[in-house]
């Protein structure tokens, strides 16, 4: 899920990135803490390229709650 994600991220298909660090980011208690919290913060990026802030706001914010 994660290198998938990070290789479509790199690849800017952000359809690919949101299917793959969405469940990523469901699982971020099975990551690492730095996979995990890379995961949510690329994702909110894409949210953000995809032009969905409110996504991107969420996202931030369970990053935010699992740094914590």
């Known amino acids: 899920m994660y290198v998938q994600g990070n290789a479509a991220f790199q690849m800017c298909n ?3 990135v949101q299917a793959h660090f969405s469940r990523a980011a ?3 208690y099975l990551l690492s803490p730095k996979p995990a919290i890379d995961t949510m913060a690329e994702l909110s ?11 991107a706001d969420e996202t931030m914010r369970l990053a935010q709650e699992y740094a914590e």
């Open 26 to 28: 469901e699982n971020r």
């Open 45 to 55: 990026l894409t949210f953000q390229f995809m032009g969905k802030p409110d996504e």
């Open 14 to 16: 952000l359809d690919a």
